[in-house]
């Protein structure tokens, strides 16, 4: 705690220093400030070649890194500088900073909730990615808080909400649900925080390329796998997550059916995750097509024996002709950085079968926010149609 409080009041020294214009800094050429930095901060950096740049003032340290990227270097001025050796890949990816082996989030960046915890974000950017951008002169929907009590977990808990733009103005009309989920070590903020799926949605909404939808995010209950001591790793990961179905089921589609204009059919009702999250959807799906016709995985997928396909999921693809007239569509998305053999050959294997499915490949992107958010955009199109 103490190196952390040192590093708290480093940074608002260096603050201070540059609000009485004293060492102005002269930045990289071709760089930019991370689009997550609080106002008035100038590091990190993302250079035009998607090269990384982090500055922290921490004259006492020791020994100062930046997660995933390695150790900095100390100047005679009390900064400790690291620049990435090679660009990175284009897209979200976390990372913290490690001073004399305390972790501690950028008191520079605005903070995500993700690794199981609270921590920073950086962003390469995408080119000629606006879609996950907010743009003038399109109608923006509402993200919102939705709370409820949950009898499974006994506590309670909060649901993202998003409603499309209108959604207020037109008090007669009701809208097709999308259950939205995140990925290990992440939960209900992350699609609207990481994701942008929001803007997303604003976005193909305003080009017509989606019907309007209503999108509830919740938490998985997959934040941090850990095991007990003396519990069998294997069983933790069976139990990991397991109890969000009857959550789902039982609580939080009564709860959205009950306070939000949506329509409660089958037909109007999808579902999808990502990673972890996109192993839940097919466990909730594919057990409950009753209740759902559209599924998607986005870089994660259930436990799909194609060697044994007739006993998968209680006997659910034995009859293709049958799944392929209630599922609508089913979706895998996969980044091309994040060994997309095992997705693609999933996808080969059902079509094999007769299993009609859209198999989506990101190109160049690994296993982050910014393959997931492609998959959105290529996914909600599909939707109620």
């Not at 999308?178 to 929001?198: D, I, P, R, V």
């Amino acid at each position: 705690m103490k190196n952390v409080v040192k590093l708290m009041f480093s940074f608002l020294v260096l603050i201070s220093f540059m609000a009485n214009g004293q060492n102005a800094p002269a930045f990289p050429e071709g760089t930019l400030p991370n689009e997550y930095n609080i106002i008035g901060a100038d590091y990190p950096r993302v250079g035009e070649d998607g090269r990384t740049y982090f500055k922290v003032f921490a004259p006492d340290a020791q020994k100062v890194e930046i997660s995933f990227r390695g150790e900095m270097e100390k100047g005679d001025d009390g900064f400790w500088t690291l620049i990435s050796d090679e660009p990175e890949v284009i897209g979200f990816h976390y990372y913290q900073i490690i001073i004399d082996d305390v972790s501690v989030a950028d008191p520079h960046g605005k903070p995500f909730f993700g690794m199981g915890k609270w921590v920073s974000g950086i962003e390469i950017p995408e080119k000629g990615g606006d879609y996950y951008k907010p743009k003038q002169g399109v109608p923006h929907g509402l993200v919102s808080e939705s709370w409820y009590y949950s009898e499974v977990r006994q506590e309670w808990r909060r649901c993202f909400v998003y409603t499309p733009p209108g959604y207020d103005k037109e008090s007669d009309k009701s809208y097709p649900v999308l259950y939205l989920q995140h990925g290990m070590g992440e939960n209900e903020t992350s699609w609207s925080n990481q994701g942008k799926m929001n803007f997303i949605m604003d976005n193909l909404i305003a080009e017509g390329k989606v019907t309007p939808m209503i999108v509830v995010m919740d938490n998985g209950n997959i934040e941090v796998l850990r095991a007990a001591p003396g519990e069998d790793m294997n069983e933790v990961r069976r139990k990991f997550g397991a109890d969000f179905s009857a959550i789902l089921l039982e609580e939080i589609i009564p709860h959205i059916e009950a306070n939000f204009r949506v329509l409660t059919d089958r037909e109007n009702r999808a579902m999808a995750g990502l990673s972890w999250g996109g192993l839940q959807t097919f466990n909730i799906t594919l057990n409950n097509l009753d209740k759902f016709s559209y599924i998607g995985g986005f870089s994660g997928a259930g436990r799909i024996d194609l060697n044994n396909l007739d006993a998968a999921y209680n006997g659910v693809f034995s009859d293709s002709a049958a799944f392929n007239e209630k599922v609508k569509v089913f979706f895998l998305g996969v980044g091309s950085e994040e060994n997309p053999e095992r997705t693609k050959s999933l996808s080969d294997g059902l079509k094999k079968a007769g299993i009609d499915n859209i198999y989506y490949e990101s190109p160049g992107t690994a296993h982050e926010f910014l393959t997931w958010r492609r998959c959105l955009k290529e996914f909600a199109p599909l939707l109620f149609k």
